[in-house]
């Protein structure tokens, strides 16, 4: 397979979502590049704007085994992982398997539960394995989260640690549709108040597992030249050296945007890695893995703001 092949194979899947999808193509962009890159996707955005129906079509148009966990702030780390039960008949203990055991889990609201729940995925986004009662469990090589938040509640929501929205390799922000969305939602949708099926909109899979891991070994080829790898490490150091960030991206964050970066030239077709590709992803790559600084609070800036400024102001190679 090579990068043409890979670019037919994101056209075919953008077609399946749009079936059900109206919009948001730049969000199924962001989970195509994650998909192909290997990492995960933190989707914030207000209620009704169809992060868990996205996610639900794209499973299925990827034919990746779906797995959904709606967090809760009683959820315990073994209902998301599972547990080791004493069977009487056999006088042996067994895996009952949690949620997690799939190729694409949906953390439905994540920001809901608790911190040690919320640390049971940390070794599942970084080694793709879980461990219980200190046996190690596989989670396959296509491993993928796609999380959810809303932005809008406040009460009873955990903000996620550091080290755990540093494994997400974007986080996306969605807003409402615009107008003309809107009308053709109504028109596909108005029919009934339940949520659609994605079977019913006619989307099928349109990725064997050969494929896609063909198009993952695909992208890591692309080429990455030594002027783009130095455009990305001055975009990462750019943040720790604002004084207006207290604390900057991590090198996992330069690794990580190298990676989207290929898979984003791999989506347009190319073998090779254009600034233009890093400049296109680098907000969602690094808008999560920043602190913003007290002076910065006060003065009302946001981070997708001083983020914007480091893109314009670092210098890219011609």
Same mark, same amino acid.
């Given at each position: 397979m090579n990068v043409t092949d890979v670019q037919s194979l994101a056209v075919l899947i953008r077609k399946q979502v749009a079936k059900a999808i109206i919009g948001q193509h730049d969000t199924i962009d962001l989970m195509l590049i994650s998909l192909f890159a290997g990492g995960h996707i933190l989707l914030e955005?207000?209620?009704?704007?169809?992060?868990?129906?996205?996610?639900?079509?794209?499973?299925?148009?990827?034919?990746?085994?779906?797995?959904?966990?709606?967090?809760?702030?009683? =959820?315990?780390?073994?209902?998301?992982?599972?547990?080791?039960?004493?069977?009487?008949?056999?006088?042996?203990?067994?895996?009952?398997?949690?949620?997690?055991?799939?190729? =694409?889990?949906?953390?439905?609201?994540?920001?809901r539960t608790p911190p040690k729940t919320q640390a049971a995925l940390l070794e599942a986004m970084q080694e793709r394995q879980i461990t219980i009662d200190g046996k190690g469990f596989s989670l396959g090589e296509r491993f993928m989260v796609i999380a959810t938040q809303n932005p809008i509640e406040q009460q009873g929501t955990y903000p996620l640690p550091e080290a755990q929205l540093d494994r997400f390799l974007f986080k996306h922000n969605l807003d409402y549709p615009n107008r003309d969305e809107e009308i053709a939602i109504v028109t596909r949708h108005g029919a009934k108040t339940g949520s659609p099926s994605s079977k019913d909109m006619g989307i099928t899979s349109v990725v064997t597992a050969k494929h896609l891991n063909e198009a993952v070994n695909c992208t890591r080829q692309v080429r990455l030249t030594e002027d783009v790898i130095l455009y990305v490490v001055d975009l990462i150091r750019?943040?720790?050296?604002?004084? =207006?960030?207290?604390?900057?991206?991590?090198?996992?964050?330069?690794?990580? =945007?190298?990676?989207?970066?290929?898979?984003?030239?791999?989506?347009?077709?190319?073998?090779?890695?254009?600034?233009?590709?890093?400049?296109?992803?680098?907000?969602?790559?690094?808008?999560?893995?920043?602190?913003?600084s007290p002076v910065a609070e006060i003065e009302g800036r946001s981070a997708d703001e001083l983020i914007r400024d480091i893109i314009e102001q670092t210098e890219a190679p011609r």
């Open positions: 955005g207000p209620p009704g704007t169809a992060k868990t129906f996205l996610a639900q079509c794209f499973a299925d148009a990827t034919k990746l085994k779906f797995g959904r966990i709606q967090f809760t702030p009683d =959820l315990m780390p073994g209902d998301l992982l599972g547990t080791n039960l004493f069977n009487f008949q056999t006088n042996e203990f067994s895996l009952i398997k949690g949620p997690i055991f799939c190729d =694409l889990l949906l953390a439905d609201e994540i920001n750019a943040t720790r050296e604002n004084p =207006l960030f207290e604390t900057g991206a991590s090198p996992r964050a330069a690794a990580m =945007l190298a990676a989207a970066a290929r898979a984003c030239a791999a989506l347009e077709g190319r073998d090779f890695v254009i600034p233009d590709d890093v400049k296109s992803i680098a907000l969602p790559a690094l808008r999560h893995r920043v602190i913003l």
